[in-house]
């Protein structure tokens, strides 16, 4: 497997403990943590393989930094690269677009040729909409810490072993 860039914010708390847990499963040689806030063009382009970690804000929107960061990349050829995302989301509180972010972020990544991978099932969550959603799958790992944390992670576990194997495969 080559090496995996997580790209995610390096204040977010919450997210930082779920990123520990994945680099547990990646192995920490395997995996590069990116700082989102600060990432340039120079720290996409090293990687094949990337974890992007895509947390909902208010009513469906990406975090700030990821909007400052996107147009950085937006010209790139994605062609050939790897992606799993995930991204935290309050399914009680803000029902109509669960985890958005990480069906916004799938899409600008299809959009310039990525393979998105590591859906993961919608079943065991309530909600009345979201971005993620295909069908009966997110395009990601959709996780709520707010109100079903002690599932975290066993689907972190879970999401890893998936995206660990697309990630090996050619």
């Not at 669960?98 to 600008?108: C, N």
Request: hydrophobic fraction near 35%; proline fraction near 2%; charge should be negative.
């Amino acid at each position: 497997m080559k090496k995996v860039g997580i790209f995610y914010s390096f204040r977010s708390v919450k997210t930082h403990q779920q990123v520990k847990h994945m680099i547990k499963h990646l192995g920490a040689d395997n995996c590069e943590e990116v700082d989102a806030d600060v990432a340039t063009l120079k720290d996409f382009k090293k990687f094949d393989n990337y974890i992007f970690a895509v947390p909902t804000w208010f009513d469906g929107e990406l975090p700030n930094y990821w909007d400052e960061y996107l147009p950085t990349i937006e010209d790139e050829s994605f062609k050939g690269k790897k992606f799993a995302i995930f991204g935290g989301g309050d399914q009680k509180n803000y029902p109509e677009n669960f985890v958005d972010g990480v069906g916004i972020m799938a899409e600008f990544v299809e959009e310039r040729g990525g393979k998105v991978v590591g859906l993961t099932s919608t079943k065991g969550y309530s909600y009345e909409g979201s971005r993620a959603e295909r069908g009966d799958q997110f395009v990601g790992l959709a996780l709520d810490i707010e109100n079903q944390a002690a599932l975290t992670n066993e689907r972190i576990k879970n999401w890893m072993e998936v995206v660990v194997k697309e990630f090996g495969k050619k």
